[in-house]
C-alpha cells in the first residue's frame, strides 16, 4: 500500500501541475484538492483498522474516543509551548537590571 499510494500521489499531483501551467486551473484545483484528502483519508483507514482503540487513552485519536488533542488543539498547544519558550529565552537573554 506505502509504494502505491505514493506513486499514485506522485502521478496525480504532477497532472494537476501541468493542468494549472496550461489552462485556467480549475480541473487543476479540483485534483489537487482531492489529493490533499488523500493521504488524511489513508491515515483514517489505518487508525480504523487498527483497533480496537480504548476509549479516553492518550495515543488513541479524538475521533475514535480517545484522549489525543484535535489538530487544532494540539496546533494551538504548540502555540502556547512555543510563546512559553520564547518568553524564557527573553528572560534568560535580558540584561541584568540592577539599581542604580
Same mark, same amino acid.
Given at each position: 500500500?506505502?509504494?502505491?499510494?505514493?506513486?499514485?500521489?506522485?502521478?496525480? !499531483?504532477?497532472?494537476?501541475?501541468?493542468?494549472?501551467? =496550461?489552462?485556467?486551473?480549475?480541473?487543476?484545483?479540483?485534483?489537487?484538492? =482531492?489529493?490533499?484528502?488523500?493521504? !488524511?483519508?489513508?491515515?483514517?483507514?489505518?487508525?480504523?483498522?487498527?483497533?480496537?482503540?480504548?476509549?479516553? !487513552?492518550?495515543?488513541?485519536?479524538?475521533?475514535?474516543?480517545?484522549?489525543?488533542?484535535?489538530?487544532?488543539?494540539?496546533?494551538?498547544?504548540?502555540?502556547? =509551548?512555543?510563546?512559553?519558550?520564547?518568553?524564557?529565552?527573553? =528572560?534568560?537573554?535580558?540584561?541584568?537590571?540592577?539599581?542604580?
Amino acid at each position: 500500500m506505502g509504494t502505491d499510494i505514493w506513486a499514485r500521489l506522485y502521478r496525480a !499531483e504532477h497532472l494537476a501541475l501541468s493542468l494549472l501551467a =496550461e489552462t485556467n486551473g480549475d480541473a487543476a484545483r479540483l485534483i489537487l484538492r =482531492e489529493i490533499a484528502q488523500c493521504p !488524511e483519508d489513508e491515515l483514517e483507514a489505518v487508525q480504523d483498522a487498527y483497533g480496537p482503540h480504548p476509549a479516553g !487513552e492518550f495515543w488513541v485519536p479524538h475521533r475514535l474516543g480517545g484522549g489525543a488533542p484535535t489538530l487544532a488543539e494540539a496546533n494551538r498547544m504548540d502555540l502556547e =509551548e512555543a510563546a512559553e519558550k520564547a518568553a524564557r529565552r527573553a =528572560e534568560r537573554t535580558a540584561p541584568d537590571e540592577q539599581p542604580g
